[in-house]
């Protein structure tokens, strides 16, 4: 982490090919984090289900911290074209996407976080970077997922 590390994000980017989550501030990077995403982790999420991590801009809308996952917060998937896309498809879009830490009551990894995409959907980090992550983050902060 650089000296801006102080700053609040004021922007949280996900490239999901680099398996990477950027915190900004002012366009300046001032953490990055290694991630694991949803078992089928190529393209946008369609439907419930799918194990895919949706793709866009949203917001990080709420935080939880009596998640089933140390600390979580949600990202505000889906939004009204994910909705009407699912809708017109037949299917449901699904929802409780977040950025969490480790499963309660399991041992952390050596390195904090394994190396397979293993989540439904969500954007997992190990649990000290998502200590780290819940207090650069505030409610509202808008996030960028890219493919």
């Excluded at 996952?69 to 996407?97: E, F, M, Q, T």
């Excluded at 394994?114 to 200590?131: F, K, R």
Aim: aromatic residues 6%.
């Amino acid at each position: 982490m650089n000296p801006a590390a102080s700053h609040k994000a004021d922007l949280v980017v996900v490239n999901k090919c680099e398996r990477v989550l950027l915190l900004l501030h002012r366009g300046n990077e001032i953490a990055r984090f290694r991630v694991s995403l949803g078992g089928q982790p190529v393209g946008h999420k369609q439907q419930e289900g799918d194990r895919r991590t949706p793709e866009g801009r949203y917001l990080l809308d709420y935080k939880k911290s009596d998640s089933a996952y140390y600390k979580a917060i949600h990202i505000s998937y889906p939004n009204a074209k994910d909705v009407a896309d699912a809708r017109r498809r037949g299917v449901d879009p699904g929802g409780l996407i977040m950025v969490h830490g480790q499963k309660n009551g399991t041992e952390p990894h050596a390195d904090g976080l394994p190396l397979t995409d293993w989540t439904a959907g969500c954007i997992a980090v190990s649990n000290a970077e998502m200590d780290r992550i819940w207090e650069a983050v505030d409610v509202g902060t808008p996030i960028q997922i890219n493919p």
